[in-house]
C-alpha cells in the first residue's frame, strides 16, 4: 500500500465562478481519521479509484468531505467552518480546492475524471493480476470470520507450538524429505499445498479484516522484489483501532499455522511424512513474512504499532533530520516522540541493510547466473533422464526446479533494470539545463561502468557455480576476495599434532616424538566414555614425491574459508622392468569453513610382459581440528596389458581421447563426484575400446580409492595441552587380480558430499 502526502505548491488562486460546484472523483472513498496515529497531529486517509491511499490534513479532509456534487464553495465554506469551529469563506474554500486538485480527488473543469500519476515506489508490487474483486472477496472470505473468535485462535495457535515442536524436535524431517524425493509425485503434492497455502494466507488478511467491520477489497498475485507474491485490498482496515489492524496484519501468518494443523491431520490419517514437509515451509514463509525490512507483514505490524502507514514515506525526512540543524525541522518533529524514536531506529537500519544488499547482489550477480545456468543444466539432464523412464512425476519436478530457477533470475534482471531506469531519469532531471551537474553526472556514469565492467568481466571462474563449500561471506563477494590458491606451497607443513607422554597420548614403540620445529603429522583416536585411558597415535608420513611414471594430487589446506583442489591426470607407457607406478590423491585439512579435494586419475598402458605388475591406487583425506568443512579425496587407476605395440592409427585415437581430459580438468569444479566418475569411466571405456579393436588385451581395472571426505563439522576433544584431533578418513586400494576382460569401476560414495568444491 503506497501512501503520499496531500500537500502540493501554492499557486495563484482563481476566483471561482459563479454556481461553479466542485464534486468528487469516481471511486474515492474517505477512511477517515487513522486512530493510534503516531503523527501529533493525526493525518486522515482518502484512497483513490486506482487504490493510491493519501495522507490529508485534517482541514483539507474535511473540504473534500463537504464536496457531494451539490454544494457550492459558500456551502462547503459554511460545512467545513462548522466542523473545524473557525471562520471559512468561499475564497478560502478554493485555495484549499486547488490543494486538492492535482492529488486526483476532484473531477476536471469540464466534468471529466483526472488521471493523476499514481506513486511508483522501487520496493512496491509489480503486475498486478487480479483474481477476485471486491464482491467475490467479500463472499469467498465470509465463511473464515470465525476462526477468529477468541476461543478458537487460543485453541489453534496452541495446537500448532504443538505440532510445529513435535516436527522440529521430535520426529524430524529427514524422513519426510527421503520420502518425497523417493515418490516424485508426493513432492509435487507438496508443492501444490505450498502454493495453495500462500494463497489462503491472503484469506487470513481478509477474513481478519471482515471480522473486525472493514470491507476487503480485491485479491490477485503480482512481482514483488524478485518472486511472485499473492496480496489482498484491505485498505478499508485503517477505519479500525490499532488492534483490528494488526489482527489483519497478522491473519495470513494466523491462516499459516491453521494450514501445519490441517497438514499434521491429514498425516495421521495418511501416514505420508512427505506432508510434515509443508509445516517446514509454512514455518518458513512465517518467518520471511515477519522481516520488517520490506513490505511483508511485519514491515506492516511495525507501521500499524507506530501508526505511521507509510514507513519508506519517512526514510527521507528521517535522516535529514538526523543533521543537527534539520533536528528541529517541521518535516521531522511531525512525528510523536516515541514514533520518532522508533521509525529513526528503523530508518538506521534498512537503510544500511538495502543498500548492502543492493551492492553485494551486483558484485554476486556472475556466480548467481553461473549458478542458475548450472542449476537448469542439471535439471535438464534430470529431466531427461525422468523423461526416457516415462516418469511423468519426477518429470514434472524437474520443470518445476528450472521454473523455480528462471523466475528469480528475471526479477533479479528486471529489478536492476527498474533501479537503473529510475536513476537515470533522477540525474537527467536534475541537471537538465545546468551544464556543470550535467559534467558530474557523466563522471560519476563512466565510474559506475568502470565498477561493472570491473564486477561483471567474464574473465577467470568469475561466473562458476557456487560450491558447498564456500561460506558466502561480503569479503568473499568480491571479485577478488573468492579467488584462492589452487595449492599451498610444497614446504607448508600439514596440520601439526603435537603429542607427548605427558599428555598421556601412546605413539608406537621406537616412534620419535615430536617437536615444535618438526611435528608429525599423524591420527589420534580418543576412547570415547573413558577419560583415563591414553590416546592412540597413529603417525603416518608425509606423501613422498611422486617418482617416474607416478601420478599424485596433493592438497594441504591450513586457511580459515578457503577452497583448495589440485587434479592430477597421468598417462604412462610401460614396456619393461617392473609396472609399480603409484596413483595417489592426498586431501590434508587443518581449517574451518573450508573445502580441500584432491583428484589423482592414471592410465597404465604395458607393452609386451613385465617383470612385476603391482601398480598401487592410494586416496587419503585426514581432518584435524576440521569444522564445517570438506574433505575430499579421490583416486582412480587403469593398467591395461598389450600384447604389442599399438598401430600409429590407435596411437593417434588414444592421443584424442587423452587430449578430452584437460577440458575434464576445467569443468571437474562444477561436478558432483558422481558425475566425474562417470567422466573418468567413459575416458577408460573409450581407451579399452581402441585398444580392443587393435589387439585383445588383458586389464587390470582398479576401482576408485572410495574417494573419502566429510561435510558434516567434526567435534574435537582437547587433551589437557590443549591439542586436538580427529581421526582422518583414508582408503587403500591395492589392485585385483588381472582379468581377461575389462571390468569397470564402481561409482564412488562420498560420505554424504554431493559436490566437488574447488577454488574460485
Given at each position: ?18 454556481g ?39 482541514l ?5 468531505e ?24 468561499p ?51 465470509a ?19 504443538g505440532?510445529?515442536f513435535?516436527?522440529?524436535f ?37 477474513a481478519?479484516?471482515?471480522y ?104 527521507k ?19 510523536k ?18 543498500l548492502?544488499?543492493f ?22 539432464m ?84 557456487i ?6 561471506t ?16 610444497a614446504?607448508?607443513?600439514p ?25 608429525i ?60 607406478n ?69 596411437k ?28 573418468l ?80
Amino acid at each position: 500500500m503506497s501512501v503520499t502526502s496531500g500537500t502540493a505548491p501554492d499557486r495563484d488562486v482563481e476566483v471561482p465562478r459563479p454556481g461553479a460546484v466542485p464534486t468528487r472523483a469516481d471511486g474515492v472513498r474517505l477512511i477517515g481519521e487513522m486512530s493510534g496515529s503516531g503523527y501529533r497531529r493525526p493525518p486522515a486517509l482518502v484512497r483513490r479509484a486506482d487504490g493510491q491511499v493519501l495522507q490529508l490534513t485534517p482541514l483539507l479532509y474535511r473540504v473534500l468531505e463537504a464536496v457531494d456534487g451539490t454544494a457550492d464553495h459558500a456551502t462547503i465554506a459554511d460545512r467545513v467552518g462548522r466542523a473545524v469551529n473557525r471562520q471559512v469563506g468561499p475564497q478560502d474554500v478554493e485555495v484549499l480546492l486547488d490543494k486538492l486538485r492535482p492529488l486526483g480527488v476532484l473531477r476536471l473543469p469540464d466534468g471529466s475524471d483526472p488521471t493523476p500519476r499514481k506513486a511508483n515506489p522501487l520496493l512496491g508490487l509489480r503486475m498486478r493480476c487480479v483474481i477476485s474483486d471486491e464482491e467475490t472477496t467479500k463472499r469467498v472470505t465470509a465463511p473464515f470470520t470465525w476462526l477468529f473468535h477468541p476461543l478458537v485462535v487460543v485453541a489453534l495457535v496452541l495446537a500448532f507450538a504443538g505440532v510445529s515442536f513435535w516436527v522440529l524436535f521430535e520426529k524430524g524431517l529427514a524422513g519426510a524429505a527421503y520420502e518425497a524425493f523417493q515418490q516424485p509425485s508426493l513432492l509435487l503434492l507438496v508443492f501444490a499445498v505450498t502454493i495453495v497455502s500462500a494463497g489462503f494466507h491472503e484469506f487470513g488478511h481478509a477474513a481478519a479484516a471482515r471480522y473486525g467491520g472493514a470491507t476487503p477489497g480485491a485479491m490477485g498475485f503480482g512481482m514483488y522484489l524478485m518472486w511472485p507474491a499473492f496480496y489482498t485490498d484491505v485498505t478499508d482496515s485503517y477505519r479500525l483501532g490499532r488492534a483490528g489492524r494488526l489482527r489483519t496484519d497478522l491473519g495470513g501468518l494466523y491462516f499459516n499455522a491453521i494450514v501445519s494443523v490441517a497438514v499434521f491431520g491429514v498425516w495421521l490419517g495418511t501416514g505420508w511424512d512427505a506432508l510434515l514437509l509443508v509445516i517446514a515451509t509454512q514455518l518458513l514463509q512465517m518467518v520471511r513474512q515477519l522481516t520488517p525490512l520490506v513490505r511483508f507483514d511485519g514491515y506492516h505490524v511495525l507501521a500499524d504499532l507506530t501508526g505511521v502507514p507509510d514507513l519508506f514515506h519517512r526514510i527521507k525526512p528521517t535522516l535529514l533530520g538526523l543533521l543537527p540543524h534539520r533536528w528541529r525541522a517541521p518535516e521531522t518533529t511531525v512525528l510523536k516522540p516515541w514514533a520518532r524514536a522508533v521509525v529513526t531506529l528503523w530508518v538506521v537500519v534498512v537503510v544500511p541493510v538495502l543498500l548492502l544488499s543492493f551492492v553485494l547482489m551486483v558484485l554476486t550477480l556472475p556466480r548467481i547466473i553461473g549458478t542458475a545456468v548450472n542449476g537448469v543444466e542439471q535439471q535438464l539432464m534430470g529431466l531427461d533422464a525422468a523423461f526416457d523412464k516415462g516418469d511423468l512425476a519426477m518429470s514434472a519436478v524437474r520443470v518445476l526446479g528450472m521454473v523455480a530457477i528462471a523466475v528469480p533470475m528475471a526479477g533479479i534482471v528486471y529489478l536492476l533494470a527498474r533501479m537503473v531506469r529510475r536513476a537515470v531519469a533522477k540525474v537527467v532531471k536534475w541537471s537538465s539545463g545546468r551544464p556543470g551537474r550535467r559534467a558530474v553526472a557523466v563522471v560519476a556514469l563512466l565510474a559506475v561502468l568502470a565498477g561493472l565492467a570491473w564486477a561483471w568481466w567474464p574473465e577467470g571462474d568469475r561466473y562458476r557455480p557456487i560450491q558447498p563449500g564456500e561460506r558466502g561471506t561480503v569479503q568473499d563477494a568480491l571479485p577478488m576476495g573468492a579467488r584462492a590458491p589452487r595449492a599451498l606451497p610444497a614446504e607448508t607443513a600439514p596440520a601439526p599434532v603435537a603429542v607427548a607422554a605427558k599428555r598421556k597420548a601412546v605413539l608406537p614403540q621406537g616412534s620419535a616424538l615430536p617437536t615444535k620445529d618438526k611435528p608429525i603429522p599423524a591420527m589420534v583416536l580418543t576412547p570415547v566414555g573413558n577419560p583415563t585411558a591414553p590416546r592412540l597415535v597413529y603417525p603416518f608420513q608425509r606423501p613422498e614425491p611422486p617418482g617416474p611414471g607416478d601420478n599424485q594430487a596433493v592438497v594441504i589446506n591450513t586457511t580459515d574459508g578457503s577452497v583448495q583442489y589440485e587434479v592430477s591426470f597421468g598417462l604412462v607407457w610401460a614396456t619393461e622392468g617392473d609396472v609399480d607406478n603409484r596413483n595417489e590423491a592426498w586431501a590434508l585439512a587443518s581449517c574451518q569453513n573450508c573445502a580441500t579435494v584432491a583428484i589423482a586419475f592414471q592410465i597404465v598402458l604395458i607393452v609386451g610382459k613385465a617383470n612385476v605388475v603391482i601398480p598401487e591406487n592410494v586416496a587419503v583425506a585426514v581432518n584435524h581440528t576440521c569444522v564445517d568443512c570438506l574433505t575430499y579425496a579421490l583416486a582412480s587407476q587403469l593398467v591395461v596389458t598389450l600384447s604389442g605395440e599399438p598401430d600409429e592409427a590407435a596411437k593417434a585415437e588414444i592421443a584424442a581421447i587423452w587430449n578430452r581430459m584437460t577440458g575434464l580438468a576445467d569443468r571437474v569444479r562444477g561436478m558432483t563426484p558422481t558425475q566425474i566418475q562417470s567422466e573418468l569411466d567413459t575416458v577408460k571405456r573409450d581407451i579399452l575400446t581402441v585398444l580392443q579393436n587393435h589387439d585383445p588385451v588383458t586389464t587390470t581395472t582398479v576401482p576408485p580409492s572410495a574417494p573419502t571426505g566429510t561435510t558434516a563439522p567434526t567435534t574435537t576433544t582437547p587433551d589437557p595441552a590443549g591439542s586436538s584431533s580427529t581421526p582422518p578418513t583414508s582408503s587403500t586400494s591395492p589392485p585385483p587380480p588381472s582379468s581377461e576382460q575389462p571390468t569397470t569401476s564402481p561409482p564412488p560414495s562420498s560420505e554424504g558430499s554431493s559436490v566437488v568444491p574447488t577454488s574460485p
